[in-house]
């Protein structure tokens, strides 16, 4: 049998509002009480009705989150952040996949599953700003990443230059001055890709190392096999750098397996760093330095503004809120201590 709120205002001795109110986490409960309600409904194994809670406010309880590649570790690892940041305020996540796609991206940005869901958090790649003004949904949208919209919608991102930038100081200062650049895209100028690029040189020229094209690898998309493809190209035209700052992880690790296999060790020969800190980094034969961007900072933020615009909050969209991020060093810069 389903226990009820009456069910606990019995047995802690107090009125349905009370529990009520701390079912509902209302700021106005004496601690005491609070802990007298708690106990009532941990000893009769209350659980809230939320399906009812949502729907009494006119809501769903179910906020989406897009993002290019669900098979790539690092947006899994960022869904599971959202997921918990959800949870947090009895919120489900529908998770969907736009394959970086510009027609997905228009689709779910203009609503397309908007009676199922309260909002929606969409990391895109493709998406212009012209998409977003054309957009007639009303469902409250926060975006991921490092595409730039003036437009109405609170953006979260890390500072992507700074993040290069610091990634290439810890080359410099390990003793590497040939260091290339892994993961150079020809389109989208407002891509991580181009940022990154941007903090790789800009480090590189405050302390005055030259930063020759030979250096920059392009890639064609951003998994393992394009970063072992770019290795290999770079090292077949005769240019033999001394470090790597690779796009992400992924593209790291398949540079990585290109030096082993060209008989040249990391780090001693040819010193790593990537960029996410997926789980994946830390169990190689040789450990990955990476950049780590707070993902529950990310999905936090991301979740907060979302629930600010269904709570009918004054403040306008379109902020731009910035996520931390560290260096986490490991053995493919240090090696083994």
């Known amino acids: 049998m389903r226990v009820s709120l009456k069910d606990v205002a019995e047995r802690a001795g107090v009125s349905i509002k009370t529990v009520s109110n701390v079912v509902n986490k209302y700021q106005h ?9 708690q106990q009532a409904i941990d000893e009769l194994g209350y659980r809230p009705n939320l399906t009812a809670r949502h729907l009494r406010k006119g ?22 952040a959202v997921i918990d940041a959800a949870a947090e305020h009895d919120f489900t ?13 228009v689709l779910v940005s203009q609503g397309f599953r908007a009676r199922v869901i309260d909002g929606l958090i969409l990391s895109p790649l493709e998406l212009e700003s012209e998409d977003l003004r054309a957009r007639e949904d009303d469902v409250p949208l926060v975006l991921l990443g490092e595409r730039e919209y003036d437009l109405p919608y609170d953006h979260i991102a890390i500072d992507n ?50 930063a020759p094209e030979s250096l920059v690898g392009a890639v ?20 033999r750098p001394d470090a790597v700052f690779a796009y992400n992880d992924l593209v790291a690790i398949g540079a990585m397996r290109v030096l082993h296999e060209r008989g040249l060790r990391v780090p001693w020969d040819v010193a790593v760093v990537g960029f996410d800190d997926i789980a994946e980094g ?3 034969a040789v450990t990955l330095t990476t950049i780590a961007p707070d993902k529950q900072a990310i999905a936090r933020l991301a979740v907060a503004s979302l629930l600010r615009s269904l709570e009918g909050a004054e403040r306008p969209g379109g902020h731009e809120l910035t996520a931390e991020f560290r260096l986490v060093e490991r053995e493919s810069t240090l090696g083994r201590r």
């Open 161 to 210: 230059v700074a993040a290069a930038r610091v990634a290439v100081r810890h080359l410099i200062g390990r003793g590497r001055g040939a260091i290339a650049y892994l993961g150079a895209r020809t389109d989208s100028a407002n891509r991580p890709a181009h940022l990154r690029l941007q903090g790789w040189r800009a480090e590189l020229a405050e302390a005055g190392i030259p």
């Open 93 to 105: 996540v529908l998770l969907d996949h736009t394959g970086g796609d510009r027609e997905q991206e």
């Open 282 to 284: 830390q169990f190689g």
């Open 29 to 37: 409960v004496t601690p005491a009480m609070r802990a007298r309600v």
């Open 220 to 239: 064609g998309g951003w998994n393992r096999d394009d970063g072992a493809k770019a290795m290999a190209r770079m090292l077949d035209s005769g240019v």
């Open 59 to 80: 809501r769903t309880g179910i906020i989406a989150l897009a993002v290019p590649e669900l098979g790539n570790p690092y947006f899994a690892e960022l869904a599971g």
